[in-house]
């Protein structure tokens, strides 16, 4: 005997007490989450380094302070969207301040490409090796060859003038 199944797609009406399982409902913690992850991707579009380490671990610190002192005053351990919590860690900006960096060194990068058969190094990007002065996390940025051009050889060129 042959087994099938039959899927019946859910109406408007069962869907609404769905749980999404993948993301469930969104906590403090997953929105701050994507506020680093969006952050990070800032940082990254404009070619400077991020600690996005150094703010999960102060977020988690606090997380942990605020919980202490949530079961100091009701004795339940757990933070709940109803309790009345405030967390702070501040600016998110300021794990992205070039004063929280220390530069190890610069690399260019070479890419090969195929000229007429013959395998050529093209200079694709330079790399900044960056480590953060709080916990020393180690952070590279690649930045593309024509935006180094502009951005900082450029510059130097300007300076040089002077």
Request: glycine residues 4%; contains cysteine; proline residues 2%.
């Amino acid at each position: 005997m042959v087994e099938a199944s039959v899927i019946v797609p859910a109406n408007a009406e069962q869907k609404k007490d769905f749980i999404d399982l993948q993301y469930g409902k969104k906590d403090f913690k997953h929105k701050f989450i994507q506020r680093l992850r969006e952050m990070d991707q800032e940082y990254t579009k404009s070619f400077k380094p991020f600690c996005y380490i150094c703010a999960k671990i102060d977020f988690e610190d606090e997380i942990k302070r605020v919980q202490q002192e949530v079961e100091r005053k009701t004795g339940k351990s757990e933070i709940r969207e109803e309790d009345e919590i405030k967390i702070e860690i501040g600016d998110l900006n300021k794990y992205g301040n070039e004063l929280y960096f220390t530069l190890l060194g610069t690399q260019a990068r070479d890419a090969v490409t195929i000229i007429e058969g013959i395998k050529m190094p093209k200079r694709d990007c330079m790399r900044f090796e960056y480590v953060c002065k709080k916990r020393r996390h180690g952070r590279s940025v690649d930045m593309p060859w024509y935006a180094y051009e502009e951005k900082i050889l450029k510059k130097n060129d300007k300076n040089s003038k002077v």
